[in-house]
């Protein structure tokens, strides 16, 4: 195996890039340390990268370094880096804050995600040829309390809008993060129609899956966050759970962010073009409309940094 040492590399945007060359090689290819039944699992979590016709790489990859460029830099710039990745799930980001250096703490409420995780970090090792550090922790974050009260930088992503006390968990993040710590949240916009569409879609078909759900879940109450503390879920005949989950705007992420005691930043977007809209050469299409002030906020993705000002 090639090593790849992301240390050499200065710009936090090639450096995510680099490293999502990485991963995709890792998921497309195989990972030996994995069996195949996790390696599918694998492959079913990033279905964007298992389907290139749908799913043009050269936009993948621009959108997934876009997002993490943020936390690359934080890392890069701060002195002892301790970062928490909160909801990690199969642990790809994890690897990446760890070469860069950072001691990682890693918690997921799925074990078996946490399992796999655990298992990939060895392929990672070698192909960075450095120990990661990294604790791996299965969790559930509704009730965690990070182990350290030291954080340099907490990364959610995609995680958040499944937490049903929001509130207390970004509370007990805010706590052990220190003076001029960062949070970082990614998801995807409530304000972008297409995500908006797709997602009253998913709503009405579960309707019918449960009375319960039928009767509470209020999706304009969702969406103006109306008497909501977070994610809600109900049952379905067969046990299984539907979710109510409780996505955001930029706005309400920055009002709750502020109201726990970080001050948020301003947001970063990514991803305006629909997949199948997507030509080679567009990229420079993503740059410019992340330049258009109004434009901007309808992208697919937002990520909002809330920092903790010294006491
Ligand atoms: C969409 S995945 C995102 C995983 C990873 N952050 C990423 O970007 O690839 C959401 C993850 O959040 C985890 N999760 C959801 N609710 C959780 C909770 N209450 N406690 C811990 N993890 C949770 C799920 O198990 C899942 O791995």
Request: aromatic share 10%; charged share 20%; hydrophobic share 40%.
């Amino acid at each position: 195996m090639n090593t790849l040492n992301l240390q050499l590399v200065n710009n936090p945007l090639q450096i995510a890039h680099a490293y999502y060359a990485a991963l995709r090689k890792e998921v497309t290819e195989g990972n030996p340390w994995l069996t195949a039944d996790e390696q599918r699992q694998l492959q079913s979590h990033y279905d964007v990268m298992m389907d290139a016709v749908h799913n043009p790489p050269e936009l993948a990859a621009m959108i997934y370094s876009s997002r993490r460029a943020p936390a690359v830099r934080a890392i890069r710039e701060s002195d002892n880096p301790i970062v928490f990745d909160a909801g990690c799930g199969y642990g790809s980001e994890s690897f990446l804050f760890a070469a860069l250096g950072a001691k990682v703490l890693a918690v997921d409420r799925s074990a078996e995600q946490i399992a796999i995780a655990r298992k990939r970090q060895q392929y990672y090792e070698n192909l960075f040829a450095r120990p990661l550090a990294i604790t791996f922790v299965n969790a559930d974050l509704n009730r965690y309390t990070p182990q350290y009260t030291n954080l340099s930088l907490t990364w959610l992503a995609s995680v958040l809008a499944a937490i049903p006390d929001q509130e207390g968990l970004l509370t007990r993040i805010h706590c052990a993060t220190r003076d001029s710590g960062q949070i970082m949240i990614t998801d995807m916009n409530l304000l972008n129609p297409l995500f908006l569409i797709n997602e009253w879609r998913r709503r009405r078909r579960n309707l019918s899956a449960s009375p319960e759900f039928a009767r509470h879940a209020n999706f304009a109450a969702m969406l103006r966050r109306k008497e909501r503390t977070g994610a809600r879920y109900f049952e379905r005949a067969d046990g299984t759970l539907v979710d109510d989950v409780q996505f955001f705007t930029t706005g309400t992420l920055s009002q709750l962010l502020r109201k726990v005691g970080f001050v948020p930043l301003r947001p970063a977007y990514s991803g305006w073009l629909p997949p199948r809209l997507y030509r080679p050469g567009f990229a420079t299409v993503e740059t410019a409309m992340n330049r258009v002030p109004v434009l901007r906020s309808l992208a697919y993705f937002y990520l909002v940094t809330g920092q903790k000002l010294p006491q």
